[in-house]
């Protein structure tokens, strides 16, 4: 009786509202646990969106790819090997709400922790083999406790919400049901037709994958059915935030020189020639939430449907929520992850008291900064793979595989601050061209500008 138990896989049940041809899910009606599901996409790093989602159809940009570099780049290129780890399996800040969830597709909010043996010492680290400040190594695995007065889980147990085929949260009530099926064009309730369905772990995986490539996720998930050209839901401007200067800091004023490889025929970037420190702010683009992805890029990320699910959570009412609105759309990048060279003013997670940073080799629980080895120069290709310069042979071959006359190339300076930093992030997540996508238009600029001295 107890085995057949444990094989009975968790699954949450999900009432869809469907028209009579069957061809769209126009909404569905979801009780807390779907919704805490739903929510807590918004707090997953991006390089656990990549690793949980590989597998189903579709490429998020050239987020693959960079994710595969740090994959195939050997441990001794980062400063410790937990380095890796950290972009690889990055942690996610509500890791010990999503541990709760009743179906939770990330392995690494399992809430545990290492210590170091000495009893004196109550330093923890999220990854193993770390140096603790004590001198000793942590190493022990335990789990990780929550604080008195840590919530459970994001939304509340009695909320239910009607959720739109593009991701929109709405209040579960028949009047966001009234205006949603009006505003598709719906008069008669009878024109729609209830469907249940049970939705476990592939299911969260799968929507997950398509809440960042299609624009139709529910229907494309539980109908099968590819997004139809002509349907558009329009979005209720009632639930659109006004812009604000909320959570503006200073500005940053962090740069980066780079350089570009051109194609002077083909006018086109052929790859970017960086250092370490550009290589440490790229590869970081792996530990930032999808919600604050969507925040830093203005609610403007064009990635799939993630921009309505974070413009409507924003607008839910705060009493259906268990946790403050903040953690869950922008919960930000804990300190001993971050970067420390980023023109991106990304939002620290809420501290983890004595949290090591598993990447300092003496141990510390201040913000080490950095995850690769200096000094190295690195090529990042116009789809995002990264690969190393380290052996006299390699420029040789970069440049064979280049494969344009070296007549042809030519190399440009070029600064990337806060503007070309956010242009970098939403290329990379939505183009699969991501280094032409961002600086094609200040190529163009400079090209234009050297036609025009020519000319004179
Ligand atoms: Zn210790």
């Known amino acids: 009786m107890s085995t057949d138990k444990k094989n009975i896989k968790p699954t949450i049940p999900l009432k869809l509202l469907v028209d009579k041809k069957k061809t769209r899910v126009l909404a569905a009606e979801a009780t807390s646990d779907f919704v805490n599901v739903l929510l807590s996409f918004l707090t997953l790093p991006l390089g656990t969106v990549v690793r949980v989602t590989k597998n189903h159809p579709g490429s998020i940009g050239c987020m693959d790819n960079l994710y595969q570099s740090i994959e195939q780049l050997s441990a001794d290129k980062f400063c410790t090997e937990a380095c890796k780890s950290i972009l690889l399996s990055p942690r996610n800040p509500r890791a010990l709400v999503c541990k709760n969830l009743k179906l939770n597709i990330d392995d690494t909010s399992n809430g545990i922790c290492f210590s170091c043996n000495n009893r004196y010492c109550c330093r923890k680290s999220h990854y193993p083999c770390t140096k603790c400040v004590c001198g000793s190594i942590a190493n022990t695995e335990k789990s990780e406790e929550s604080q008195p007065l840590d919530p459970e889980h994001f939304v509340k147990r009695t909320t239910v919400c009607v959720i739109t085929d593009n991701l929109q949260v709405l209040p579960g009530n028949p009047i966001s049901l009234v205006q949603l099926l009006c505003n598709l064009g719906f008069s008669d309730v009878d024109q729609?037709?209830?469907?249940?369905?049970?939705?476990?772990?592939?299911?969260?995986?799968?929507?997950?994958?398509?809440?960042?490539?299609?624009?139709?996720?529910?229907?494309?998930?539980?109908?099968?059915?590819?997004?139809?050209?002509?349907?558009?839901?329009?979005?209720?401007?009632?639930?659109?935030?006004?812009?604000?200067?909320?959570?503006?800091?200073?500005?940053?004023?962090?740069?980066?020189?780079?350089?570009?490889?051109?194609?002077?025929?083909?006018?086109?970037?052929?790859?970017?020639?960086?250092?370490?420190?550009?290589?440490?702010?790229?590869?970081?683009?792996?530990?930032?939430?999808?919600?604050?992805?969507?925040?830093?890029?203005?609610?403007?990320?064009?990635?799939?449907?993630?921009?309505?699910?974070?413009?409507?959570?924003?607008?839910?009412?705060?009493?259906?929520?268990?946790?403050?609105?903040?953690?869950?759309?922008?919960?930000?990048?804990?300190?001993?992850?971050?970067?420390?060279?980023?023109?991106?003013?990304?939002?620290?997670?809420?501290?983890?008291?004595?949290?090591?940073?598993?990447?300092?080799?003496?141990?510390?629980?201040?913000?080490?900064?950095?995850?690769?080895?200096?000094?190295?120069?690195?090529?990042?290709?116009?789809?995002?793979?990264?690969?190393?310069?380290?052996?006299?042979?390699?420029?040789?071959?970069?440049?064979?595989?280049?494969?344009?006359?070296?007549?042809?190339?030519?190399?440009?300076?070029?600064?990337?601050?806060?503007?070309?930093?956010?242009?970098?992030?939403?290329?990379?997540?939505?183009?699969?061209?991501?280094?032409?996508?961002?600086?094609?238009?200040?190529?163009?600029?400079?090209?234009?500008?050297?036609?025009?001295?020519?000319?004179?």
Not at 262 to 279: A, G, H, P, T
Not at 290 to 314: F, I, W
Request: glycine share 4%; aromatic share 6%.
């Open 192 to 456: 729609v037709e209830e469907l249940s369905v049970d939705v476990g772990l592939e299911e969260v995986s799968k929507l997950l994958k398509l809440s960042l490539v299609s624009k139709t996720p529910l229907t494309e998930l539980f109908l099968g059915k590819r997004k139809l050209s002509n349907i558009s839901i329009p979005v209720d401007p009632r639930n659109s935030p006004t812009p604000s200067s909320e959570n503006k800091t200073m500005p940053n004023h962090t740069e980066f020189r780079v350089k570009l490889i051109l194609s002077k025929s083909q006018n086109k970037i052929l790859s970017l020639l960086v250092r370490e420190d550009f290589i440490d702010f790229l590869f970081n683009f792996c530990t930032v939430p999808l919600g604050s992805v969507v925040k830093l890029l203005d609610l403007n990320s064009g990635v799939g449907c993630v921009d309505n699910l974070y413009r409507t959570v924003k607008c839910l009412d705060s009493e259906w929520l268990a946790i403050s609105k903040n953690e869950i759309i922008n919960a930000g990048v804990l300190k001993q992850y971050k970067c420390k060279n980023n023109p991106l003013q990304i939002r620290d997670a809420i501290n983890i008291s004595n949290l090591l940073d598993p990447r300092g080799p003496t141990g510390s629980v201040d913000c080490f900064g950095r995850f690769m080895e200096a000094p190295c120069w690195f090529v990042v290709s116009d789809k995002l793979v990264v690969t190393q310069l380290s052996s006299p042979s390699s420029s040789i071959s970069f440049l064979k595989e280049l494969n344009v006359p070296l007549n042809d190339i030519e190399e440009q300076e070029e600064t990337i601050g806060e503007t070309e930093a956010l242009a970098l992030l939403k290329a990379s997540l939505t183009s699969s061209s991501a280094l032409n996508n961002c600086f094609k238009s200040s190529i163009n600029q400079k090209l234009n500008k050297r036609q025009h001295m020519d000319d004179i």
